[in-house]
């Protein structure tokens, strides 16, 4: 969880520094003036937003942009508004893909530069090794997060440990950078250089990088221990470090080229390395699995297709693999470090995404503290409008890196935008043509006694329909072909709704429509993975006769075509059909046995 803000020690003073030295000498008050800047965004943007306030914004327990983004449009009345805070937490979503892809990227190979600090000759080897260190992280994921997680305590423990300490030895050796503490550092700086100092502030995010993940991650460890470990433990171990890494610039501004290596002796400069190469997988796993549980969540609301997501703990619902997204990241990963090839290069493509994702989580968290916790309209504004500043400042000094490599973050994002409101109104439109041409279930009932033509089979038939007030497609496709029902028909709706998880006593709702024809009602929160036949057999569903573990389920399979005239422009039809046909069989993505479905297919114009 500490692992993306822990290894910012890596590459953020280093990146900062080097800005400020680009237009000039960087002397000791301007290495304080950096310093308070990075003391005071870690204050600010960590503890008071994210550590104090936004993470008191949980969703049962449950964190995260989409949590949030669920929480705010409760108490929303107008459609209007409920959609743009949709939209707002989408974008942040998929600015947090992006962050997903350059983590692993930065965070290796600003870790195994550390070869050259010790041996210059091997800094053709940066690339390659980076290369193989991330297909290896990559091609673990299969395992899950449960056994690759055996080692991540105690590594980073060493990890932070080892930075505090080396950060307290160079602390000593020139304790007059302790009066960075001082925001009047930070003002005078800024005071001093103008637009140096702006420039400077879009590599000063890259502390704070990870800030998000605390609050994701809320649901696995709880408020009260990641407050506890923050304030107390790892807050400390950074702020030492960066203030050691000053310490040495202001001794010797030649170590400019990496301070953070050149903090240890020459012999325990190869033990860092591997030390921080471990951590900077471990803080890519972090976000790797943050990504695997956001693609689960969106998909769960209807934003992104069904994907193939695999459980890797029999115990744990939240530990999952999803292949698909897997794949992508590791292709993403490995072209910005073939394309960057530096830690410095790839830092120019980190500050939107996480920025970009600091603005929308900050006004998400200001429609929940003034509809939740009922904070007057001049708190809301006062609080929440000053980290909007600040985070609007750090977002404006990173659009100057866009030609450098910020384009990434954002083009990606605009793809992954595009793509899932694609999808969400491609469904949309499916649902409403199915909706227009089924047959309502009263009308159905009604004439059920005096069809005479149709025969009962004995069995159990589960017939899946996305609105239970309708008769499912399938259904009808069966009696007009085969003439036959089944003895007991469950008409079954899987509904996801707006909350993480759905109390087990309101999972299913079940009612009668006629004598042994039943709808049944599952519900699911977004953090959830459906099992009907798990969830069936814990239903009681009649007095006799249901023989649910044998039960034959019925799908309709969806054949799309452009209805002459479309809802839909043919361009965004071609990638909606695209989708649908790379999309997971919803027979797996509800873990239905194989040999239990019957598929019928159905043509349907939108």
Known sequence: MFGDIGTSPLYALRTTAQVVSDHGTISASEVLGVESLLFWTLMLVVTVKYVILVMRADYNGEGGIIALMSLAQQNAKRKSVKLLLGMIGVIGACLFFGDGIITPAVSVISAIEGIEVSFPAASHLVVPLSIAVLIGLFSIQFHGTGKIGIIFGPVMVLWFLMIGVLGILAILHHPTILLALSPTYAIMFIARHGYLSFLALGSVVLAVTGAEALYADMSHFGRRPIRETWLFFVLPCLALNYFGQGALLISDPATISNPFFLLGPQWLQIPMIIISTIATVIASQACISGGFSLCRQ????????????????????????????????????????????????????????????????????????????????????????????????????????????????????????????????????????????????????????????????????????ANPEYIPTSLLHNLKHNKVLHDHVILLTVRNVNIPQVAPDQRAEVTEIAPNIYRVMLCYGFMEMPNLPVALAQLQVGDTGFDLPQASYFVSRELLVRAQPSQISRWRMALFLLMTRNATPVTDFLRIPLDRVVELGVRIGI
């Open 298 to 465: 969106l998909i769960q609301l209807g934003y992104v297709p069904r994907m193939r997501i695999m459980h890797t703990n029999p115990t744990e619902e939240s530990q999952i693999y999803l292949p698909g997204l897997n794949h992508s990241l590791m292709v993403g990963a490995l072209l910005l470090v073939i394309a960057f090839r530096s830690s410095e290069a790839l830092a120019s493509a980190y500050g939107i995404a996480v920025t970009g994702t600091f603005l929308c989580t900050c006004i998400l968290a200001a429609v929940v503290y003034r509809d939740r916790y009922k904070w007057s309209a001049w708190a809301t504004i006062t609080v929440f409008g000053g980290f909007f500043i600040i985070d609007g400042i750090f977002f404006a000094s990173n659009t100057l890196k866009i030609i450098e490599g910020g384009w990434v973050p954002v083009l990606l994002a605009a793809v992954l935008i595009m793509m899932m409101f694609t999808w969400k109104k491609g469904r949309s439109l499916v649902l409403s043509r199915q909706q227009h041409d089924a047959m309502p279930v009263g009308t159905f009932i009604a004439r059920l006694p005096h069809s005479r033509s149709i025969i009962r089979v004995p069995g159990t038939g589960v017939f899946m329909t």
